[in-house]
């Protein structure tokens, strides 16, 4: 990361924290997803309709957002 080692405050750093948050936007709406694949499962359970490919879908959607914290927490350990 061009920003590791950057000082508190400093461009560099100010410009990986942006894209930080950009990140952490986008990991925000997978989870939001993920929400509302929950809410899917729970009304097909409720009405007996098709649950392995939401639970496919989610596990994807779940797959995703865990790469993305992972990422995240990567990318922010380096700018301390």
Known sequence: ASAQGAAFGSDGWA????????LEGA???AMIALA?????LVDAAVEGGELDR??????TVTAQVDEQNSTIESLLWSLR
């Open 15 to 22: 410009r990986a924290s942006v894209a930080i948050a950009g």
């Open 27 to 29: 990991r925000s709406r």
């Open 36 to 40: 509302d694949l929950d809410r899917l």
């Open 54 to 59: 939401i639970a496919a879908v989610r596990n």
